[in-house]
């Protein structure tokens, strides 16, 4: 299977890369994997200008191009972010408003979809962070795990990050999520 890993947070180091780089370690094994961190790529605000609804190219020239072939690519399509207010990361989102291009004629339809989310509060935010992104995937008609890990109180840890290497507990929830992506996988392969 092919894999696209997405680090929607706006730092280096951080703990959205962290756990995306465990989870995509694991699938490293037997799969190929891409990673994409958006910190690194030019992404423009979507204009709504809807031609890509009409069958025509995206006229935003930028990094957003490469993005569209690796989505099309992937079997599982993996976004880790950081809670922002509740909601993913500006960036994230920018990414989830570019995939226009792919909502009328539904081509992410049947990539797995997988949600890791953190943030530094309670879990209320960073759950509805991951309901955000679930709905994303559900928009796209994509298949989405019953399984999404969310981690909370990153403000008990020096500058707000998961201290590595990370914990029992936390490894534990990333080895199901990782799991369960690849049993549904297998699933709908045989299908
Ligand atoms: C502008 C801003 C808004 C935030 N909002 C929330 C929030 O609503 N809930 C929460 O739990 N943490 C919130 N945080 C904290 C981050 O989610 C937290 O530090 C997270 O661990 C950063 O993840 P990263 O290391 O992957 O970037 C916010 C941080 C910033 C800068």
Do not use: W
Request: glycine share 4%; charged share 25%; with cysteine.
């Amino acid at each position: 299977m092919y894999i696209v890993g997405i680090n929607g947070s706006h730092r280096e180091q951080s703990n959205s890369e962290l756990f995306l780089d465990y989870v995509l370690e694991k699938f490293q094994t037997d799969h190929e994997v891409e990673k994409i961190n958006l910190l690194d790529k030019h992404i423009a605000f979507y204009d709504a200008c809807d031609a890509c609804v009409q069958n025509k190219p995206c006229h935003i020239q930028d990094d957003m191009h490469s993005i569209f072939e690796s989505l099309l690519k992937a079997d599982v399509v993996i976004f880790s972010s950081p809670t922002y207010y509740g909601m993913p990361s500006a960036r994230l989102k920018n990414l989830m408003d570019r995939t226009d291009m792919f909502f009328a004629s539904k081509q992410l339809q049947g990539k797995i979809g997988v949600v890791i989310t953190n943030g530094a509060g309670t879990f209320a935010g960073i759950e509805l962070n991951a309901k955000m992104v679930r709905h994303f995937f559900d928009d796209h008609k994509m298949v989405n795990i019953p399984v999404y890990a969310c981690f909370n109180n990153t403000k008990d840890y020096p500058e707000n990050r998961f201290p590595a290497p990370l914990s029992e507990k936390v490894r534990k929830m990333l080895d199901e999520l990782y799991e369960n992506a690849v049993d549904i996988a297998e699933k709908i392969r045989n299908f």
